[in-house]
Every structure is written in C-alpha cells, then in structure tokens.
C-alpha cells in the first residue's frame, strides 16, 4: 500500500525559530493534509492543499503541494511554546478512496 | 465549524466485559471512521462507514464490530475487551474534499 515518509521524526527548537517539516510518497496524491495533535488530544486539521504547486497559509503555519505531486511541506514562522505537537500529513489512500495514509508524525518541542 | 463528539474521554473496563464507544458528528457527512493510535504505530483504520447500516473493515477489525443506524453517529464495539486494546479510540468524519475531522479520542485501558 501507498507510505507516506515523514522527516523529520522530532525536533526540538527554541522559541522564535522557524520550523520546516516535510512529507514525501512514492505515489502521486491529489490532495495533502496537515494535522496537528497535542497530548491526549484528537488530531486538529491544520491545512488542505488540493492542487500542485498550490502554496497556503494559516497564521503562522505555510503548507505547499509540491510539483511532483508526491511531497507537501509545512513551514512554521516564529515559534511559539503552543506550536508543541505531533504534526501528521496524510493523503487520500487511492483514487476514489474514502480512507487517509498518515504519516508517523515529527513530534515538535519548543524551548521557551 | 465540524464538530466531531466521543462519548467518553477516558474509560477503564476489564478483560471480557462488552464495551461500546460512541462517535456523533453534526455536519451530515456520510463517510466516519474508527481508528486506534498507538506509541510507534502510528493512526491504524478499524472500521469505517460509507452510509448509514453500511460499514466496511479497515486494516486491524479483528476483535471489534461497528454500528451505524443514523447518519451521524457511529459506534465502536468491543465484544469481549482484552488487555491488548488498551490504547487511544479516534473517531472521525469525511468531507467530499477528502478532509477528515477527528473527535477529541477515547482513551481505554482494559484490566
């Protein structure tokens, strides 16, 4: 079945840096998904991308769809200590498919 | 916003009892999902539901069952718990964008 490799798996960062995670397939998807979960939490959609090349933002967090269809990356600008999370992508698991390939998640720290 | 809702956050129970988690969602989506998380793992598929009544095995069904007689709620069962399905539930919802929204978990810890 589709894999989806996500790098890196952890990083610890200070307060203020930015942040760049990324996600690649060896199969082409036609959407990519961003998710963040916090500890005991359920993961919270962060960002839909639906197009190559489409570049999208929400607050802080950038994602792109990358070109060859099979990578997407999330950028975070100026980190916060509330950015602290497991962050997935996730992609539909075949053409018409209703269920999601996820990632294993880069767990991100944030040091004040 | 889509709200997906669990009926429980934390649960204990013991081995071989009957246990039933609930899962609404009220945005009339047809598509929900049942899925377990575990350290290492990763989000594994146990269920889903395409329609109401219908429903189909995801990746791990073994030892659960699923029940979907309205559109927005979907139930997670456990026959018989045993202590290898202590772990976090995570129910979820599917927009005609492929976009799934997660309720905020269950997590079971089976004695």
């Known amino acids: 079945g589709q894999q989806l490799n996500q790098s890196p798996q952890s990083m610890f960062i200070q307060e203020g840096e930015d942040v760049s995670m990324n996600c690649t397939s060896s199969?082409?998807?036609?959407?990519w998904l961003w998710y963040k979960q916090e500890p005991g939490e359920g993961p919270v959609l962060l960002i839909a991308l639906y197009k190559a090349g489409e570049l999208t933002s929400n607050g802080r967090l950038t994602a792109q769809f990358g070109i060859t269809r099979k990578d997407s990356f999330l950028n975070i600008s100026a980190s916060i200590p509330s950015d602290v999370g497991i962050y997935f992508c996730a992609g539909p698991s075949g053409a018409g498919s209703y269920q999601l390939t996820f990632g294993k998640g880069t767990k991100l720290s944030v040091i004040p | 916003d889509v709200k997906v809702t669990q009926s429980s956050r934390y649960l204990v129970k013991r081995t071989g009892e009957k246990v039933f988690l609930e899962c609404v969602q009220d945005m009339d989506h047809e598509n929900m999902f049942w899925y377990r998380q575990d350290p290492g793992l990763g989000l594994r598929l146990i269920y889903f539901s395409y329609d109401v009544k219908m429903k189909e095995k995801g990746d791990i069904p073994e030892g659960y069952s699923v029940s979907r007689e309205k559109k927005e709620r979907f139930s997670l069962i456990l026959e018989s718990a045993s202590t290898n399905q202590t772990s976090m539930y995570l129910c979820?919802?599917?927009?005609?964008?492929?976009?799934?929204?997660f309720g905020p978990g269950t997590r079971l810890t089976v004695l």
């Open positions: 199969s082409i998807f036609n959407t």
């Open positions: 979820a919802s599917r927009t005609a964008g492929n976009e799934q929204f």
